[in-house]
């Protein structure tokens, strides 16, 4: 039985994931890129925001991207065709019952995944097992106790904080990013490194203004508005001050920070 997914699948949602992976390809994806007829398993790809990449900078590489929603992976397909990548297999499964025989991938790459899951260390261990020997393993996750701003604002940390309590409530952990070297470790990975990518935006780079702080991260927090106030985290008037506070970062004189967390290790 699949986790519940926090954001939903709705097209906004799916919007954002597009927006995220535009601006963020060169800070997250620069130094991953796999060799000629290596097999790489891309694990709850979702619309197939980060597979188009992948699969563009490895065209020599196989990918086999799979994902539990069939409508996900139905413009997944969209996007994948649209770009006239060849090297994408898609498959509708679940990451607690993978349909792979053991050691079939050279590679296995996770992105945004962890954090929507309740046994995140028992996923990591079951993809172990998809790797040969030798075989490597790249997960990115987000962190959303990394993101500060200015101005500060009571009202947008307190609208961030319902975000991480709704997650924590249908099983995933928004403080995911942070935990990556120890739960590899654990899930009994070696050579573990994990590096920090902070994204820093202010108004000289209005790509980021607009692709990270408007459309990725505040529409992020936006988009649990219904359910966190029907939940009774926060009230309307709070929860909206928070959203206008953050817009507020993306003005001449706003920053706005995060982190990511992307982790490299290898099955001996
Ligand atoms: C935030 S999205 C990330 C999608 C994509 N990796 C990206 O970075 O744009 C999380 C994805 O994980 C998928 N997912 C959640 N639980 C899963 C499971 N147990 N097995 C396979 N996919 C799962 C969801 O359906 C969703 O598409």
Known sequence: MADAYVHGYHRRENERLQDQAGALVELLHSDTAYPSGSTVLEVGCGVGAQTVTLAQRSPAARFTSIDISASSLAEAKQRIDAAGITNVELRQADIFSLPFDAGSFDHVFVCFVLEHLSRPLEALSILKGML???????????????????????????????????QRRTGGDALIGRQ???????????AVQV???????????????????RKTFTAMVEGVRDSTI????ISAEMFDAGIRDLHRTAEGDGV???????GVATRS
């Not at 590096?195 to 209005?206: H, K």
């Open 180 to 190: 990556l070297y120890p739960l590899l470790v654990e899930a009994g990975f070696d």
């Open 132 to 166: 040969r020997p030798g075989g490597t393993i790249t997960v990115i996750e987000g962190d959303h106790g990394s993101a500060y701003f200015h101005p500060q604002s009571p009202a947008a940390d307190a609208a961030i904080q319902t975000l991480v309590e709704l």
């Open 256 to 262: 706005f920070c995060y982190t990511f967390f992307k």
């Open 195 to 213: 590096s920090p990518r902070m994204v820093y935006v202010d108004s000289s780079r209005p790509d980021l203004v607009d692709g990270f702080t």
């Open 230 to 233: 029907s939940a009774g985290l």
